[in-house]
C-alpha cells in the first residue's frame, strides 16, 4: 500500500509556501539534518543525477518535461532550491556546489 501525504516545508519554503500530496519520497527534505555523512552523499550522487536528466530532458523537449512531476515546473523547482539549501548546510563542499550549479542553471532555462 502506497502512503500518500501532505508535504509542506514552511521553514524552507518561499511566503507562498508551496504544498504538494504525494507518494512518500526516499529523502525527505526535513530529514537531511538527521542522517549520517555517507547517506548525504549518496542522496546528493542520486539527486545531482536527477537533475542533470531533467538539464537533458529540457534541452531536448523543452518545457513539456515539467508535467511529469507532481508539483509541475513551479514545484520542481522549489523542491530542488530546497534541497540545494539543505545540502549546502548538512553537506558543504564541491559536490554540494556543483548541485547547487545545477539547480541555478535548471532554474534559468524554466
Known sequence: MTNIRMVCFADSAPPDV?????KD????IASLAHRQPASLIVSLA????N???ILADLA???P???RRFTGEKD???WYYAALAESFKTHLPGHSTDRFL???IEMHARA
Open 75 to 77: 514545484g520542481t523547482l
Open 101 to 103: 550549479a545545477m539547480v
Open 60 to 62: 531536448s523537449t523543452g
Open 64 to 66: 513539456s518535461v515539467w
Open 25 to 28: 519520497i526516499d529523502i525527505d
Open 18 to 22: 508551496f504544498c504538494y500530496a504525494g
Open 51 to 53: 537533475i542533470g536528466v
Open 46 to 49: 542520486d539527486k545531482t543525477h
